[in-house]
Structures are given as structure tokens and as C-alpha cells.
Nanobody, 121 residues
Framework: QGQLVESGGGLVQAGGSLRLSCAASGSFSRIVSMGWYRQPPGKQRELVATITSGGTPTVVDSVKGRFTISIDNAKKTVYLQMNSLKPEDTAVYYC???????????????WGQGTQVTISS
């Protein structure tokens, strides 16, 4: 099956920056969109940002002006540049892909394993 692999997580001080990457396997015939969700400790998973294969981004209000999402269609990779990080950004970040595999006609969601982001005060 297809697979998503995240990288770039780690521990940084408040005000610092990180860049997350998520690479999809080459088995997808079409990618509709890719994005990032996060799950803080003891809380529900929440949307952070999405981007279509055409490059149209959506970013939630809590990270606007600090986070930027981008996509490289040739590499089937989505990036999340995170600047001015706050302790509230601490969470496991999950990559999401909406798309089709070979011979499929219905779009479905694929998920990465998650990468830990920890912001210290």
C-alpha cells in the first residue's frame, strides 16, 4: 500500500523554527491535496494546514502568519515551515494525503505515523 513518511520534528525553544516534511510513496495516480494535523497531549486531533496539488493553501487562524505550507508535486512531498513557535504548538504532527491509487475511482485519506514537536518555554 501507499505510505507517508514524516520528518523534521524535534525540541526547540519558544520563538524558534522547524520545517516538517512528508514524502508520499510513488504508488499514487493522483494527489488531490496534502496537509498537516496535530494532536496536543490529552486533546483531539486538529487541522493545521492543507494545500491542493495546484498550490492553493489553507491555514487555520491560530497559526496564520507563523506557519507556511507548500507542496512539491514532482517529489510528492508537502512541507510545513513553522516560525515563531509557541509552547501551545507542542503536539504530534500527522501528515495527511487525499488522493487515488492505481485503478481507484474514489478519493480516500492516507495518514503518516506522526512526528513529535516539542516547544519549551
Amino acid at each position: 500500500q501507499g505510505q507517508l513518511v514524516e520528518s523534521g520534528g524535534g525540541l526547540v525553544q519558544a520563538g524558534g523554527s522547524l520545517r516538517l516534511s512528508c514524502a508520499a510513496s510513488g504508488s499514487f495516480s493522483r494527489i488531490v491535496s496534502m496537509g498537516w494535523y496535530r494532536q496536543p497531549p490529552g486533546k483531539q486531533r486538529e487541522l493545521v494546514a492543507t494545500i491542493t496539488s495546484g498550490g492553493t493553501p489553507t491555514v487555520v487562524d491560530s497559526v496564520k502568519g507563523r506557519f507556511t505550507i507548500s507542496i512539491d508535486n514532482a517529489k510528492k512531498t508537502v512541507y510545513l515551515q513553522m516560525n515563531s513557535l509557541k509552547p501551545e504548538d507542542t503536539a504530534v504532527y500527522y501528515c495527511n494525503l487525499q488522493g487515488l491509487r492505481l485503478f481507484q475511482t474514489l478519493v480516500r485519506d492516507y495518514w503518516g505515523q506522526g512526528t513529535q514537536v516539542t516547544i519549551s518555554s
